[in-house]
C-alpha cells in the first residue's frame, strides 16, 4: 500500500476513533446494550434504570418479531386511532385559538416577563403547514407513466404522451393548486454552465467522425431542437460564447417562467414545448425541452388535494443519460416509489428482473424504501382473450350455437325487410292506379295489366319467401275466374273495386309483415345483447385472471428479491404475500369512461365499470399514502398546542400573593432536572449511537475497500471484453453514465454489496431502537424532576397546581418522543445523502480517467481505452475506493453531530420550558392590577379553546399515533405552504 493510501487508512482510524466510548461501556458489538445498563446503574436513579432494561428487553423481542420500524400505510391503519380528518379538523381550530390569543397579547400593553408567549404562538402558527408526500412514478420509456399521471388527476392530456417515443423528456412534479386559476406551471431553467457543460459534450459528439449511432441520435436531437438552424459545418464554426449567448436561449439560462390558465387545451399547448421532447414552438421552429430542468404543474385534482405530488420522471433506461440522473436524484426526496410497466411486460420473468435493475434494488435497499413500492400494471386493455386463455390454462367458452341461431335470425330479418319492400312498393302501386281510374273516366276493355302483374308478383312472393312464413300468413285469394277474363269488358267501377280489394289485401299484409319484422327483430336484438354481454364478459374473465395471475408474480418477484437481500434487513415488511401494493390499470378504458378521448380513441372492450379500470383504487391509494405524515403533522402540532395552552394556563391562573422563596432555595428547584439524569441519559444515547456507527460501518470500511478493489479490476474486465469501441467511448465522454449503463455504480457495487447489511441495521434497527429507548426514559427522568421540584416546593403551592403541573409534564414528555421521532426521520434523510457519496466520490475520481478515453482516437484507440481503464483499477483502483470510504466516514461523522445537537436543543427547549412553567407555579412574584387583568382574559379564553378543542380525547400520545415518517420513507416528506 502505498504513501497516500496508509495516510488514508490513518485518517479514517481516527475518525472512528471519534466514535469510539470507553472500553468499560462497549467492548465488543452486540454486548454495549447490557455494558449500557450496567453503566447507568452507577449513575442513574433505580427506577430510571430499571425502566431503560424493561423496555430493551420487550424491544429485543419486537425486533425478533420484525416490529420495531414498521411503517406504511398498514401500520398507520392500525395505530390510528382517530381519523385523520379529525386531526386537521383540531389543527385549524387550533390555529383559530392562537390568532385569538395572539390577538388579546397584542391588544394588551401589559409586559409578560420573558415568558415570549407572542413568539410562541406565532411560531407555532408558522408550523401548522401542510405535509407533501413526493410519489416517484419510475419506468421505461413508453411504460405508460404521463398516461396513468393524466388519469390520476382526471386530465385528458396535461402530461404529453405518446406511443411511439418519450413524449416526457424533463422531470414534471404534478401537485394540487390552491390558486385561484384552474391551471398553473412553474418552468425552471437549467444555469448557463450547466448548459456549457452539456453542449461541450455535443459538440465532441457532432464532431465526432465515427460516433455511437444511438449517442449521435439523441445529440442531434437536443442540438436541432434548441439550434434549428445549425449543422455540423456551422456547429464546428461557432464558438462557445456564441451558442451560450444565442438571442433565443440568453434570458432564459437560469431563470424561470409561470404559465397560468383556465382552459386545457390552451394550457396543454402553453406547456408543450418545455415538457415534450418532439415539440416544436412556433418561433424558427425551436423547442426548449434540453434547457428545462424540471417543471412544477398545479391543478384541482382531488387524488391531490391532500398533499401528493407526483413526479413524473424521464425513463429510467432511456438513452438518456440525464434522465437517469434525474431519477436517481429524486429517489432521494420521494416517500414512495411507483414502478410503472405495461402488463404484458411485467409478467414475463426476465423483464420482471429487469423492471427493478441490480443497482436500484440496491439504492433502495440502502435507502430502507423497500416498503414504500406500489408495483403498477398498465395497459389492461391489451390484451389477447385466444393468447391468455391459452397461456393461463382458462376454459375457452363456445358461443357457436348462439352465433348459429343469430345467423338464423338476422336472414329472416333481412329476408322480412326485403318482403315487406316489394309488398310497399306493389301497395304504392296499387294506389296510383286507384288515383289514376279516379280521375278518368274511360272504360277499359283490355284485362287490366296490373292485374296480371299482380297475379305474377304475388305469386312470385310466395314461392320465394319460406313456407314456414307462407303457411303463417293469410294468403290472397285471387279468383280464378279473373285469369279467363281477358277479353271481357269491365267497367270502370269493376276495376276500381278490384284495386281496392287487392289494396285491402295489400295492407293486412305489410302488417303482418311489420309485426313479424317487430318479433324477430326484437328476438335478434336480446340474443346479439346476451351474445354481446357473454363475450364482454369473457374478455373481463381473461382480463381478471392475467391481472390476478400478474399481482401474484410480481408479489413473488418482490419477495424473491426480500430474501436474496436478507429478509432481517427488510424487517419481513415485503414477507406475507399481498404486502406489496400492485394495481393493473387502463388509463384508456378509465378516460373513455369518463367521457374523454371521444374523438381520438375507440372503444376499450370489456370495461363496463370505474372500479374495473382500477384508476379509482390507484386514486384511493394515492390519498392513503398521505395519511400517516398528514397524521403526524398534525399530532405534533396538537401537542405542542396542547403544551403551550397548559404553559399558558399555568401563567394566567398564578394571581395570587407571591410565596416567598430564597435564592438558595430557587436555585435548588431550578437546578432539579440535572438530579433526575436527563444529561446522563443523553450522554449515554450519544455514546450507544457513536459505538454503533464505528462497530457496524466504519470498522466495516476497511474489508469493504479491499473487497471493492478486487471487484474493481474485475468490472473492468468485464468492459472490456464486452462493451463496443464506440459505446466504449460514448459511454466515458459522459462520465461513466449513458443508457442502461452506469460504470461509476459498477464499480462501487462490491463494495456496497459488502457494507450493506451492516449499514442498513445500523439506520433501520440500531439507531431507531436506541432513539426509542431514549425517547421512553425521558418520561422517567422528567417523573423525576417533577418529584425533586415538589418536594423542594411550598406545600401550599403544591396543592394548588400539583394537577396542572403533572399533565404539563405528561404533554412535555410526549412532545420530545415526537421530536425525537422527526429527528430519527431527519437521520435517515442524511444517510441517503451520505450513501450515495460511495457513488459520487468514485465518479469524480475518475473523471480524469473517463476523459482521457474519450479523447482516444484513430487506430486501436478501443485497446488503448482498454488499458487506461485497467491500469486505473491496477494502480489507483484501492485508493479510489478508500478515498470514498473516507468521505462517507466525514459524512457519517457530521451526521452524528448534527444530530447530537439537535437532541441538545430537544432536551434543553423541554428542560427551560418545563423549568418556566414550574417557575410560574411554584416561585412566581407578585403581579400588577393590570398584568392580573391580561391573565384572567387570557385564562378565559384558553378554558373556552380547552372546551372547543378536547385534545385529550384525540389520543396524541406518540406510541399511538402515527409515525412522522408512515409510509416507509419519512425522509421524503416535506413541508409546504
Given at each position: 500500500?502505498?504513501?497516500?493510501?496508509?495516510g488514508s487508512m490513518q485518517q479514517q482510524q481516527q475518525q472512528q476513533a471519534e466514535f469510539q466510548v470507553p472500553a468499560e461501556q462497549s467492548a465488543q458489538h452486540g454486548h454495549h446494550e447490557q455494558d449500557q445498563h450496567q453503566g447507568m446503574e452507577s449513575t442513574f436513579p433505580s427506577e430510571l434504570t430499571m425502566c431503560y432494561e424493561t423496555l430493551s428487553v420487550k424491544d429485543a423481542d419486537e425486533r425478533a418479531d420484525g416490529r420495531v420500524g414498521q411503517s406504511g400505510e398498514s401500520q398507520a391503519r392500525k395505530h390510528m386511532a382517530v381519523p385523520v380528518s379529525a386531526l386537521e379538523a383540531a389543527v385549524e381550530k387550533?390555529?383559530?385559538?392562537?390568532?385569538?390569543?395572539?390577538?388579546?397579547?397584542?391588544?394588551?400593553?401589559?409586559?409578560?416577563?420573558?415568558?415570549?408567549?407572542?413568539?410562541?404562538?406565532?411560531?407555532?402558527?408558522?408550523?401548522?403547514?401542510?405535509?407533501?408526500?413526493?410519489?416517484?412514478?419510475?419506468?421505461?420509456?413508453?411504460?405508460?407513466?404521463?398516461?396513468?399521471?393524466?388519469?390520476?388527476?382526471?386530465?385528458?392530456?396535461?402530461?404529453?404522451?405518446?406511443?411511439?417515443?418519450?413524449?416526457?423528456?424533463?422531470?414534471?412534479?404534478?401537485?394540487?393548486?390552491?390558486?385561484?386559476?384552474?391551471?398553473?406551471?412553474?418552468?425552471?431553467?437549467?444555469?448557463?454552465?450547466?448548459?456549457?457543460?452539456?453542449?461541450?459534450?455535443?459538440?465532441?459528439?457532432?464532431?465526432?467522425?465515427?460516433?455511437?449511432?444511438?449517442?449521435?441520435?439523441?445529440?442531434?436531437?437536443?442540438?436541432?431542437?434548441?439550434?434549428?438552424?445549425?449543422?455540423?459545418?456551422?456547429?464546428?464554426?461557432?464558438?462557445?460564447?456564441?451558442?451560450?449567448?444565442?438571442?433565443?436561449?440568453?434570458?432564459?439560462?437560469?431563470?424561470?417562467?409561470?404559465?397560468?390558465?383556465?382552459?386545457?387545451?390552451?394550457?396543454?399547448?402553453?406547456?408543450?414545448?418545455?415538457?415534450?421532447?418532439?415539440?416544436?414552438?412556433?418561433?424558427?421552429?425551436?423547442?426548449?425541452?434540453?434547457?428545462?430542468?424540471?417543471?412544477?404543474?398545479?391543478?384541482?385534482?382531488?387524488?391531490?388535494?391532500?398533499?401528493?405530488?407526483?413526479?413524473?420522471?424521464?425513463?429510467?433506461?432511456?438513452?438518456?443519460?440525464?434522465?437517469?440522473?434525474?431519477?436517481?436524484?429524486?429517489?432521494?426526496?420521494?416517500?414512495?416509489?411507483?414502478?410503472?410497466?405495461?402488463?404484458?411486460?411485467?409478467?414475463?420473468?426476465?423483464?420482471?428482473?429487469?423492471?427493478?435493475?441490480?443497482?436500484?434494488?440496491?439504492?433502495?435497499?440502502?435507502?430502507?424504501?423497500?416498503?414504500?413500492?406500489?408495483?403498477?400494471?398498465?395497459?389492461?386493455?391489451?390484451?389477447?382473450?385466444?393468447?391468455?386463455?391459452?397461456?393461463?390454462?382458462?376454459?375457452?367458452?363456445?358461443?357457436?350455437?348462439?352465433?348459429?341461431?343469430?345467423?338464423?335470425?338476422?336472414?329472416?330479418?333481412?329476408?322480412?325487410?326485403?318482403?315487406?319492400?316489394?309488398?310497399?312498393?306493389?301497395?304504392?302501386?296499387?294506389?296510383?292506379?286507384?288515383?289514376?281510374?279516379?280521375?278518368?273516366?274511360?272504360?277499359?276493355?283490355?284485362?287490366?295489366?296490373?292485374?296480371?302483374?299482380?297475379?305474377?308478383?304475388?305469386?312470385?312472393?310466395?314461392?320465394?319467401?319460406?313456407?314456414?312464413?307462407?303457411?303463417?300468413?293469410?294468403?290472397?285469394?285471387?279468383?280464378?275466374?279473373?285469369?279467363?277474363?281477358?277479353?271481357?269488358?269491365?267497367?270502370?267501377?269493376?276495376?276500381?273495386?278490384?284495386?281496392?280489394?287487392?289494396?285491402?289485401?295489400?295492407?293486412?299484409?305489410?302488417?303482418?309483415?311489420?309485426?313479424?319484422?317487430?318479433?324477430?327483430?326484437?328476438?335478434?336484438?336480446?340474443?346479439?345483447?346476451?351474445?354481446?354481454?357473454?363475450?364482454?364478459?369473457?374478455?373481463?374473465?381473461?382480463?381478471?385472471?392475467?391481472?390476478?395471475?400478474?399481482?401474484?408474480?410480481?408479489?413473488?418477484?418482490?419477495?424473491?428479491?426480500?430474501?436474496?437481500?436478507?429478509?432481517?434487513?427488510?424487517?419481513?415488511?415485503?414477507?406475507?404475500?399481498?404486502?406489496?401494493?400492485?394495481?393493473?390499470?387502463?388509463?384508456?378504458?378509465?378516460?373513455?369512461?369518463?367521457?374523454?378521448?371521444?374523438?381520438?380513441?375507440?372503444?376499450?372492450?370489456?370495461?363496463?365499470?370505474?372500479?374495473?379500470?382500477?384508476?379509482?383504487?390507484?386514486?384511493?391509494?394515492?390519498?392513503?399514502?398521505?395519511?400517516?405524515?398528514?397524521?403526524?403533522?398534525?399530532?405534533?402540532?396538537?401537542?405542542?398546542?396542547?403544551?403551550?395552552?397548559?404553559?399558558?394556563?399555568?401563567?394566567?391562573?398564578?394571581?395570587?400573593?407571591?410565596?416567598?422563596?430564597?435564592?438558595?432555595?430557587?436555585?435548588?428547584l431550578e437546578a432539579g432536572y440535572k438530579e433526575a439524569g436527563m444529561q446522563e441519559l443523553q450522554d449515554q444515547l450519544f455514546a450507544s449511537l457513536r459505538t454503533t456507527f464505528a462497530e457496524n460501518v466504519l470498522q466495516k470500511l476497511e474489508n469493504a475497500c479491499q473487497h471493492g478493489s478486487q471487484g474493481f479490476r474485475e468490472v473492468v474486465a468485464d468492459w472490456n471484453e464486452d462493451v463496443h469501441w464506440s459505446t466504449y467511448r460514448a459511454i466515458c465522454r459522459r462520465s461513466g453514465v449513458w443508457k442502461g449503463y452506469n460504470w461509476n455504480s459498477e464499480v462501487a457495487y462490491p463494495m456496497l454489496e459488502y457494507i450493506?447489511?451492516?449499514?442498513?441495521?445500523?439506520?433501520?434497527?440500531?439507531?431507531?431502537?436506541?432513539?426509542?429507548?431514549?425517547?421512553?426514559?425521558?418520561?422517567?427522568?422528567?417523573?423525576?424532576?417533577?418529584?425533586?421540584?415538589?418536594?423542594?416546593a411550598d406545600e401550599s403551592s403544591v396543592q394548588q397546581n400539583n394537577t396542572e403541573l403533572q399533565k404539563t409534564l405528561g404533554t412535555a414528555a410526549n412532545s420530545l418522543r415526537h421530536q425525537v421521532k422527526e429527528t430519527e426521520a431527519s437521520l435517515r434523510i442524511q444517510q441517503k445523502t451520505a450513501n450515495r457519496l460511495f457513488v459520487g466520490v468514485i465518479a469524480a475520481e475518475l473523471e480524469g480517467t473517463f476523459w482521457r478515453c474519450a479523447n482516444e482516437a484513430g487506430t486501436g484507440m478501443l485497446k488503448r481505452m482498454q488499458a487506461l481503464m485497467e491500469r486505473e483499477a491496477e494502480v489507483n483502483g484501492a485508493q479510489?475506493?478508500?478515498?470514498?470510504?473516507?468521505?462517507?466516514?466525514?459524512?457519517?461523522?457530521?451526521?452524528?453531530?448534527?444530530?447530537?445537537?439537535?437532541?441538545?436543543?430537544?432536551?434543553?427547549?423541554?428542560?427551560?420550558?418545563?423549568?418556566?412553567?414550574?417557575?410560574?407555579?411554584?416561585?412566581?412574584?407578585?403581579?400588577?392590577?393590570?398584568?392580573?387583568?391580561?391573565?384572567?382574559?387570557?385564562?378565559?379564553?384558553?378554558?373556552?379553546?380547552?372546551?372547543?378543542?378536547?385534545?385529550?380525547?384525540?389520543?396524541?400520545?406518540?406510541?399511538?399515533?402515527?409515525?412522522?415518517?408512515?409510509?416507509?420513507?419519512?425522509?421524503?416528506?416535506?413541508?409546504?405552504?
Amino acid at each position: 500500500m502505498n504513501s497516500t493510501t496508509t495516510g488514508s487508512m490513518q485518517q479514517q482510524q481516527q475518525q472512528q476513533a471519534e466514535f469510539q466510548v470507553p472500553a468499560e461501556q462497549s467492548a465488543q458489538h452486540g454486548h454495549h446494550e447490557q455494558d449500557q445498563h450496567q453503566g447507568m446503574e452507577s449513575t442513574f436513579p433505580s427506577e430510571l434504570t430499571m425502566c431503560y432494561e424493561t423496555l430493551s428487553v420487550k424491544d429485543a423481542d419486537e425486533r425478533a418479531d420484525g416490529r420495531v420500524g414498521q411503517s406504511g400505510e398498514s401500520q398507520a391503519r392500525k395505530h390510528m386511532a382517530v381519523p385523520v380528518s379529525a386531526l386537521e379538523a383540531a389543527v385549524e381550530k387550533g390555529k383559530t385559538v392562537l390568532s385569538e390569543l395572539l390577538g388579546v397579547f397584542n391588544q394588551s400593553h401589559v409586559s409578560t416577563g420573558d415568558t415570549g408567549w407572542r413568539d410562541a404562538i406565532r411560531e407555532l402558527l408558522e408550523s401548522a403547514r401542510k405535509p407533501k408526500v413526493v410519489i416517484g412514478v419510475l419506468g421505461a420509456t413508453g411504460a405508460g407513466k404521463s398516461s396513468l399521471i393524466n388519469a390520476i388527476i382526471d386530465e385528458e392530456r396535461m402530461l404529453a404522451t405518446n406511443c411511439m417515443r418519450a413524449a416526457t423528456a424533463v422531470a414534471t412534479e404534478v401537485a394540487y393548486n390552491d390558486g385561484p386559476r384552474r391551471y398553473k406551471a412553474e418552468v425552471q431553467f437549467i444555469q448557463a454552465e450547466e448548459w456549457k457543460r452539456e453542449l461541450e459534450i455535443l459538440r465532441h459528439e457532432m464532431l465526432d467522425e465515427n460516433p455511437d449511432i444511438n449517442a449521435i441520435k439523441s445529440t442531434r436531437e437536443k442540438i436541432k431542437a434548441v439550434y434549428p438552424e445549425l449543422d455540423n459545418g456551422n456547429l464546428a464554426n461557432t464558438t462557445m460564447e456564441g451558442l451560450l449567448g444565442h438571442p433565443r436561449i440568453a434570458n432564459l439560462l437560469g431563470s424561470s417562467l409561470l404559465i397560468e390558465e383556465d382552459d386545457p387545451r390552451i394550457f396543454a399547448g402553453k406547456l408543450k414545448p418545455y415538457i415534450d421532447s418532439k415539440s416544436r414552438t412556433a418561433r424558427e421552429d425551436a423547442g426548449l425541452w434540453p434547457l428545462i430542468k424540471t417543471v412544477r404543474l398545479y391543478v384541482k385534482a382531488q387524488a391531490l388535494a391532500t398533499g401528493a405530488v407526483l413526479v413524473d420522471l424521464p425513463g429510467l433506461y432511456d438513452s438518456n443519460a440525464a434522465r437517469v440522473a434525474v431519477a436517481d436524484d429524486y429517489l432521494k426526496r420521494c416517500a414512495a416509489h411507483w414502478i410503472v410497466a405495461p402488463i404484458n411486460r411485467a409478467v414475463d420473468d426476465k423483464i420482471a428482473q429487469s423492471l427493478v435493475s441490480k443497482h436500484l434494488k440496491s439504492q433502495m435497499i440502502f435507502d430502507c424504501i423497500c416498503d414504500s413500492l406500489t408495483f403498477i400494471c398498465t395497459k389492461t386493455d391489451d390484451i389477447s382473450v385466444t393468447e391468455v386463455q391459452m397461456s393461463l390454462g382458462l376454459q375457452s367458452p363456445s358461443f357457436e350455437r348462439e352465433e348459429r341461431a343469430k345467423h338464423d335470425l338476422s336472414t329472416e330479418v333481412q329476408m322480412l325487410d326485403e318482403e315487406k319492400a316489394r309488398v310497399e312498393g306493389l301497395l304504392n302501386e296499387t294506389q296510383d292506379h286507384i288515383d289514376r281510374l279516379e280521375d278518368d273516366s274511360t272504360n277499359y276493355p283490355q284485362p287490366s295489366p296490373l292485374k296480371r302483374r299482380w297475379k305474377s308478383d304475388a305469386e312470385s312472393i310466395f314461392t320465394e319467401f319460406p313456407i314456414s312464413q307462407v303457411s303463417a300468413c293469410a294468403a290472397i285469394k285471387l279468383e280464378s275466374s279473373e285469369a279467363a277474363q281477358t277479353s271481357t269488358l269491365a267497367s270502370k267501377e269493376e276495376i276500381l273495386r278490384e284495386h281496392k280489394a287487392r289494396k285491402s289485401e295489400l295492407r293486412k299484409r305489410r302488417n303482418f309483415l311489420i309485426q313479424q319484422r317487430k318479433v324477430k327483430g326484437e328476438q335478434l336484438e336480446r340474443l346479439t345483447a346476451e351474445l354481446t354481454q357473454k363475450h364482454v364478459s369473457n374478455i373481463q374473465t381473461s382480463i381478471r385472471e392475467r391481472n390476478n395471475y400478474s399481482k401474484k408474480e410480481i408479489t413473488r418477484h418482490f419477495q424473491h428479491l426480500n430474501r436474496e437481500n436478507d429478509n432481517r434487513i427488510l424487517h419481513g415488511k415485503i414477507e406475507r404475500e399481498g404486502e406489496l401494493p400492485v394495481f393493473c390499470v387502463s388509463t384508456k378504458a378509465y378516460q373513455k369512461l369518463q367521457g374523454r378521448l371521444q374523438k381520438n380513441e375507440p372503444e376499450a372492450a370489456g370495461f363496463t365499470e370505474l372500479a374495473q379500470t382500477e384508476i379509482p383504487q390507484l386514486q384511493a391509494h394515492c390519498i392513503r399514502l398521505t395519511e400517516g405524515p398528514r397524521g403526524a403533522s398534525s399530532k405534533l402540532f396538537l401537542i405542542e398546542l396542547k403544551k403551550l395552552l397548559q404553559s399558558m394556563l399555568l401563567w394566567s391562573s398564578a394571581t395570587g400573593s407571591a410565596h416567598v422563596l430564597s435564592d438558595a432555595k430557587k436555585q435548588e428547584l431550578e437546578a432539579g432536572y440535572k438530579e433526575a439524569g436527563m444529561q446522563e441519559l443523553q450522554d449515554q444515547l450519544f455514546a450507544s449511537l457513536r459505538t454503533t456507527f464505528a462497530e457496524n460501518v466504519l470498522q466495516k470500511l476497511e474489508n469493504a475497500c479491499q473487497h471493492g478493489s478486487q471487484g474493481f479490476r474485475e468490472v473492468v474486465a468485464d468492459w472490456n471484453e464486452d462493451v463496443h469501441w464506440s459505446t466504449y467511448r460514448a459511454i466515458c465522454r459522459r462520465s461513466g453514465v449513458w443508457k442502461g449503463y452506469n460504470w461509476n455504480s459498477e464499480v462501487a457495487y462490491p463494495m456496497l454489496e459488502y457494507i450493506r447489511s451492516y449499514w442498513i441495521r445500523t439506520f433501520n434497527e440500531e439507531i431507531p431502537l436506541h432513539l426509542q429507548i431514549f425517547s421512553q426514559n425521558t418520561g422517567t427522568c422528567l417523573d423525576i424532576f417533577h418529584k425533586n421540584m415538589i418536594s423542594s416546593a411550598d406545600e401550599s403551592s403544591v396543592q394548588q397546581n400539583n394537577t396542572e403541573l403533572q399533565k404539563t409534564l405528561g404533554t412535555a414528555a410526549n412532545s420530545l418522543r415526537h421530536q425525537v421521532k422527526e429527528t430519527e426521520a431527519s437521520l435517515r434523510i442524511q444517510q441517503k445523502t451520505a450513501n450515495r457519496l460511495f457513488v459520487g466520490v468514485i465518479a469524480a475520481e475518475l473523471e480524469g480517467t473517463f476523459w482521457r478515453c474519450a479523447n482516444e482516437a484513430g487506430t486501436g484507440m478501443l485497446k488503448r481505452m482498454q488499458a487506461l481503464m485497467e491500469r486505473e483499477a491496477e494502480v489507483n483502483g484501492a485508493q479510489i475506493l478508500e478515498k470514498s470510504a473516507q468521505r462517507v466516514s466525514e459524512e457519517l461523522s457530521n451526521i452524528l453531530k448534527q444530530t447530537e445537537g439537535k437532541i441538545t436543543r430537544i432536551v434543553r427547549a423541554t428542560v427551560r420550558e418545563l423549568a418556566r412553567d414550574y417557575h410560574t407555579a411554584i416561585i412566581a412574584s407578585q403581579i400588577s392590577e393590570q398584568e392580573m387583568q391580561l391573565k384572567l382574559e387570557v385564562a378565559e379564553a384558553i378554558r373556552k379553546a380547552e372546551q372547543h378543542l378536547k385534545l385529550d380525547q384525540l389520543n396524541l400520545s406518540a406510541e399511538d399515533g402515527v409515525a412522522a415518517t408512515s409510509n416507509a420513507s419519512p425522509a421524503a416528506v416535506e413541508t409546504g405552504p
